[in-house]
């Protein structure tokens, strides 16, 4: 038998258990609360008073007490007492305000230590590294500020109302930018310096600056007011600098001056003006021409602070207050502006906010005001800056608000349950949920409800704080008719006029009644109206009378059916096209009440249009190879088409299908039930699919046309047989035969025959010529014969015959199974001459010599078959021709040398045949009478050239001189 393991936590044990860990909460809690105390306790002393607070801008800084060693990690306006150290490290900035009103800007990596002069009062500070601006205040409490460096190097007097710069980093620099200061060194030398002046601080003596900044000051903070860049002033005063100096004024975003971002030749001037954005910028003005160009005469940085106009948020523009007894509470908003320590609110009844009624400084950005009463108010808001004692400035655009007192308060408007609404009061019903538009005046509502529509009688009221209430306790509704209006009360205790009675039924059930069939929007065709079926859910009670309504607007004025109803559906109905509302509506027998759902839309559509032929248009020309297209014009808002093609002989269908397109291809040369020469009927309908929910099907009307069909037999090409094959000498012997034929009676007949070229097929004959055709030869001879197109080269060729028939058909064999095709051979070349020789081979003074030997060069070689002429042509050793001549009936060619040389026209061209080496060439060619007119006068064959050589060595003659020479015959 098992042991029972489980055991029930006692009640004692559970109450400790909880004490337990209420008590580890509470010490949690403690010790937090003593940590945070010990924190602030370390950045503040008891029973010592504060000589000043320390704000920064940027990260933060570090102070160390008098008495410790420790650098504490300072907050915001943390408290400053006598004998402190302040440290700010890189890229941090912090701000010493005395209690007098002196201020002391710490830069970044800068040390200083502050007391207060227990005698004087007047405000101390000792600085260890770095740099410092400081401003003496100008009020009564202030006696001015004294500084000094680190050991006593330098020290600094200021008058109240004075304004300082001193920066260790450059050696001991100290420049007056207001008022006036004395400066004194180790050895007590005292310099006294007003507004504009510097001075370098050594040891011993003082150093006067060839250049002295006067602005801007050193770290100065700008603060510009718009969104366009700052124009920054820059002036300067210069002593003593040698005549060749070349002074630049540079500017840049980062300390090592690695990008210029402006820069400016300042020579001979004591100002400039330069643009900049907001952010830290680096200056420094440097004499190019010094021993190290690079090292600057005198630099320092500002800041460009973007502080813009604080923009006001409310109350908006032109807004209006509404109040009736009790003047509002406005609360003021406006955005924060950057620098800026506290805000002047303004508010006048005029615009030029002249005897302002509200004057008020604040450090918010929001204020409240509630003493304002009734009229038209103009506000702005001026910031105020510490920063450079700007003072106020940058002040907002000046927005205007109405405060209106009114008169009564407005009825409350009733949203849910809404008039002629059904609540259910059964028992365990779901709570019913009253609701009302939210009124921004009202504090409560009072929701009453009555029997009677005037509420001569309140059934019950309630007291509600919402502008909605759900009751639980209907079921002490009774059935039946019941009203429900609503008012508000202000904070002030005003009562407003309760809203019009809003009417509901009560029952016990949940109310139903809706329509179901036909959705909201859908569209019948008109043809289907009387099967269309309109269907509804309902659970009323019986003496409830139901009738479905149907108008011609949204509002029901037009009823176009009004049927009273048993059932959940009705069918039979006839409309005609156009857009219909339909709706139930339901009355109660017994107290009149009405229960209506809501409309929805019907569309009755028309049928879709009928169609119209594109294709065939009065005849159709059916082909052996490609299948007739059937072409129509498209339908709007048709998904197919049915089609049916009739054959008018005897009314049978030949041809039934379903297209999905505007466009179907049909084979209407080969099927029996095509005929040839026959007329047909085509029926076209448009038909659109059923989208459910939304549409049902519809039809188009029916389109049809008659065609006459025709099948088309092209002209055969009999002659010469498919890819016939001509010899090139055969075709240019005798002509080709061209044979076509046709099964119809032709009107128009011309035969052309195309050569293949690179460019594709070119005409070469015609027959008729188009000159032929034009002037009214249209039909070419059954049998046509034709020359070789190209006697030498050959080729392919096709011939298409271009033709109709008498009632217009066109016929021609363009289809490529059609087309007649032939090629013909290239003419073979007739073969090399042989046997060449000269005589003599070598035409020179010995063999002319001898009077026996002509003095010709005669060539000869050897005859070739069939060769009619022969083309002789000699040239000299470079090619140049000199002689051609074509020889007939013989195979030897006689030149007379000498006379050709004669013939030279001159003596350097003649000089060119008494000597040198000559190429001669035959070549055989084969000449017929292609056009029988007894005459060789056309080339068919071409030969091959043969050559030969011969040489030629003939002496010049030379010139007789006759000069001196007597008469040979004497006296």
């Excluded at 509502?445 to 209430?469: G, M, P, Q, T, W």
Aim: aromatic residues 10%; charged residues 25%.
């Amino acid at each position: 038998m098992k042991k029972k393991t489980r055991s029930r936590l006692s009640s004692n044990l559970s109450v400790t258990f909880c004490i337990a860990i209420l008590i580890c909460l509470l010490g949690a809690a403690g010790n937090f609360c003593g940590f945070y105390k010990s924190f602030n306790y370390s950045l503040s002393k008891l029973n010592e008073t504060p000589i000043a607070t320390i704000t920064f801008k940027y990260k933060t800084a570090q102070r160390k007490l008098l008495e410790r060693l420790v650098w504490d990690r300072l907050r915001q306006k943390s408290p400053l007492y006598n004998g402190d150290t302040v440290h700010t490290s890189d890229a941090s900035e912090a701000t010493v305000t005395f209690t007098d009103g002196n201020k002391i800007e710490l830069f970044e990596s800068t040390m200083i230590q502050i007391w207060k002069d227990e005698d004087s009062g007047k405000a101390n500070a000792e600085i260890y590294d770095g740099s410092v601006y400081v401003e003496s205040g100008d009020g009564e409490t202030t006696d001015g500020v004294f500084l000094k460096s680190d050991g006593g190097s330098i020290s600094v007097a200021m008058e109240s109302g004075a304004a300082a710069s001193v920066d260790l980093s450059r050696g001991g620099f100290v420049q007056v930018v207001s008022g006036n200061a004395s400066i004194s060194n180790a050895e007590g030398i005292v310099k006294n310096l007003s507004q504009g002046e510097s001075l370098g601080v050594g040891q011993k003596d003082f150093q006067q600056p060839r250049f002295t900044m006067i602005s801007p000051a050193p770290n100065k903070k700008i603060l510009n007011h718009g969104k366009e860049d700052c124009n920054v002033d820059f002036e300067w005063k210069a002593l003593d600098m040698p005549e060749n100096s070349n002074l630049v004024l540079e500017v840049s975003s980062d300390k090592k001056f690695s990008k210029i971002a402006n820069s400016e030749i300042i020579n001979g001037i004591d100002h400039c003006t330069m643009a900049m954005g907001a952010g830290v910028w680096y200056w420094r003005i440097r004499n190019t021409t010094a021993e190290n160009p690079l090292s600057a005469m005198v630099a320092s940085r500002i800041q460009v602070i973007q502080s813009l106009p604080p923009d006001l948020l409310s109350p908006v523009q032109n807004y209006e207050i509404n109040y009736r007894s009790r003047k509002p509470a406005i609360r003021f908003i406006w955005t924060e502006t950057n620098r800026a320590d506290n805000y002047r609110l303004v508010v006048a009844d005029n615009e030029e906010l002249k005897n302002p009624i509200i004057d008020q400084r604040g450090g918010s950005t929001s204020a409240v005001i509630s003493t304002l009463k009734q009229g038209k108010y103009y506000w702005q808001v001026v910031p105020y800056f510490s920063t450079n004692r700007e003072g106020f400035a940058a002040p907002s655009e000046v927005h205007s608000f109405s405060v209106v007192k009114s008169g009564t308060l407005n009825p409350p408007v009733p949203l849910v349950p809404a008039y002629n609404s059904i609540v259910n009061i059964e028992k365990d019903a779901k709570k019913t949920t009253f609701s009302w538009k939210s009124e921004p005046e009202a504090i409560s509502y009072k929701l009453e409800f009555s029997r009677e529509a005037n509420f001569s009688k309140v059934e019950k009221n309630f007291d509600i704080s919402s502008n909605h209430v759900s009751l639980s306790d209907l079921n002490e509704f009774s059935a039946g008719r019941w009203f429900w209006r609503i008012s508000q009360v202000d904070q002030e205790g005003n009562v407003s006029n309760t809203c019009e009675p809003v009417l509901f039924y009560a029952m016990e059930g949940k109310p139903e009644q809706h329509t179901v069939e036909p959705v909201d929007g859908y569209g019948i065709a008109e043809n289907l109206m009387m099967d269309m079926n309109f269907t509804w859910k309902k659970n009323l009670p019986d003496f409830y009378k139901t009738s479905v309504q149907i108008a011609s607007d949204q509002k029901f004025r037009n009823l176009v059916i009004n049927v009273p109803v048993t059932g959940f559906s009705l069918s039979g109905i006839h409309l005609p096209r156009g857009t219909y509302w339909w709706r139930l509506y339901s009355k109660s027998s017994v107290d009149d009440f009405e229960m209506i759902s809501s409309a929805k839309k019907l569309h009755v559509l028309s049928n879709l249009e009928a169609s119209s032929i594109i294709a065939p248009v009065g005849k159709a020309v059916a082909r052996d190879t490609v299948p007739y297209r059937f072409k129509w014009k498209e339908v709007e808002g048709a998904d197919y088409y049915k089609i049916i093609i009739y054959r008018n002989t005897d009314n049978e269908i030949v041809y039934e299908d379903t297209v999905y397109d505007t466009t179907f291809d049909l084979d209407m040369f080969h099927p029996a039930e095509f005929r040839d020469r026959t007329d047909y009927k085509i029926e076209i309908q448009a038909k659109a699919n059923a989208i459910p929910g939304v549409m049902s099907r519809r039809n188009g009307d029916l389109y049809e046309t008659k065609f006459h069909l025709v099948k088309l037999r092209p002209i055969e090409i009999v002659i010469p047989k498919k890819n016939a094959r001509f010899e090139g000498i055969d075709a240019a012997l005798n002509k080709i035969k061209i044979t076509w034929s046709s099964v119809d009676a032709v009107a128009e007949a011309q035969v052309v025959v195309s050569q293949r070229t690179k460019d594709g097929f070119i005409p070469v004959v015609k027959i008729p010529t188009d000159e032929e055709f034009a002037a009214g030869t249209k039909v070419a001879p059954a049998t046509v014969l034709i020359a070789n197109p190209d006697l030498r080269n050959g080729g392919d060729y096709e011939i298409v015959v271009h033709a109709k028939t008498n009632d217009g058909i066109d016929i021609s064999n363009t289809d490529r199974k059609y087309i007649g095709e032939f090629s013909i051979t290239p003419v073979e070349s007739l073969p090399k001459a042989s046997g060449l020789s000269a005589v003599p081979a070598v035409l020179n003074g010995d063999y002319l010599r001898k009077k026996t030997n002509p003095r010709t060069i005669t060539l000869n070689w050897s005859p070739v078959k069939n060769a009619t002429d022969y083309h002789v042509e000699v040239k000299t050793g470079k090619g140049k021709t000199i002689f051609r001549e074509i020889i007939s009936g013989k195979t030897s060619c006689e030149i007379n040398w000498l006379e050709l040389i004669q013939k030279r026209e001159t003596e350097k061209l003649r000089k060119e045949l008494y000597s040198g080496k000559f190429n001669w060439t035959v070549e055989a060619v084969r000449r017929v009478d292609a056009d029988k007119d007894g005459k060789l006068d056309t080339e068919l064959q071409p030969g091959i050239p043969a050559s030969e050589m011969f040489v030629t060595d003939i002496p010049l003659l030379k010139k007789v001189n006759s000069k001196g020479a007597k008469n040979p015959y004497g006296k």
